[in-house]
């Protein structure tokens, strides 16, 4: 069966530090990636997408990247964090192939101080 | 960007009640999906609905898809306590496999 794990679960960081968080899949091959972020009370905004291994797209402009160094490994990462980055971070994944679910991680909770 | 918005925002029920929340959408979808989110926890996949059905069942889930309005409606049966959760929709078009999802809608489920 398929797994995805988020780490680390929680991350407290100061305003310009840098960021990594990791999402990783077991159990299927070639998956489609996806890093998401949640604000409080709110809906998921899509961050970055990747269908392959070194293939991003980004959906929103902002002070975060992504990459996909491994089939199952997906990154994202930010040089300084702002304020404005704090939220729940959810990675995920789907199998594409004409199949649109998608299955989430438990979440990275951020907050920039 | 949001397509779909959750209505209500918000619903309190009693244990054993039937729950029902409304889902809009404004371009055209190739599926229609709902989600649960229990309190800082991911998203988990609930049911999928195609552009050509109308009504889905999954246990104690009904859904309804209504492309001439572009609206969608999660009906919970029977409501328990394990029920309490944020219930979103999340539309996708075809081939495109990205999703994009509304607000939610928060359920609480009273003992």
């Known amino acids: 069966s398929q797994t995805i794990h988020q780490w680390p679960a929680t991350l407290v960081q100061p305003v310009g530090s840098p960021l990594s968080l990791e999402c990783t899949v077991e159990?299927?091959?070639?998956?489609?990636l996806y890093w998401y972020r949640q604000a409080a009370g709110r809906g998921l905004q899509l961050l970055f997408y990747?269908?392959?291994?070194?293939?991003i797209s980004s959906e929103v402009p902002q002070n975060l990247s992504a990459s996909r160094p491994q089939d199952r490994q997906f990154i994202l990462s930010s040089k300084k964090l702002l304020l404005s980055d704090s939220g729940f971070y959810l990675c995920?994944?789907?199998?594409?192939?004409?199949?649109?679910?998608?299955?989430f991680g438990p979440g990275t909770r951020l907050t920039v101080t | 960007s949001q397509q779909g918005e959750e209505d209500p925002q918000a619903l309190s029920i009693q244990e054993g009640e039937n729950a029902t929340m409304n889902c809009s959408y404004k371009?055209?979808?190739?599926?229609l999906q709902w989600y649960r989110q229990n309190s800082g926890r991911g998203l988990v996949h609930l049911i999928l609905i195609r552009s050509n059905e109308r009504e889905k069942h999954s246990g104690r889930l009904r859904v309804t898809l209504d492309t001439s309005k572009k609206s969608s409606s999660l009906l919970i049966t029977a409501s328990r306590a394990a029920d309490t959760a944020s219930y979103f929709c999340?539309?996708?078009?075809?081939?495109?496999?990205?999703?994009?999802f509304g607000a939610g809608t928060t359920v609480t489920v009273r003992a």
């Open positions: 995920a994944w789907s199998t594409g192939e004409g199949s649109y679910e998608q299955y």
């Open positions: 159990g299927t091959s070639n998956p489609n």
């Open positions: 990747s269908v392959g291994i070194g293939q």
């Open positions: 371009t055209s979808i190739n599926n």
């Open positions: 999340a539309t996708d078009s075809r081939g495109d496999y990205k999703l994009s």
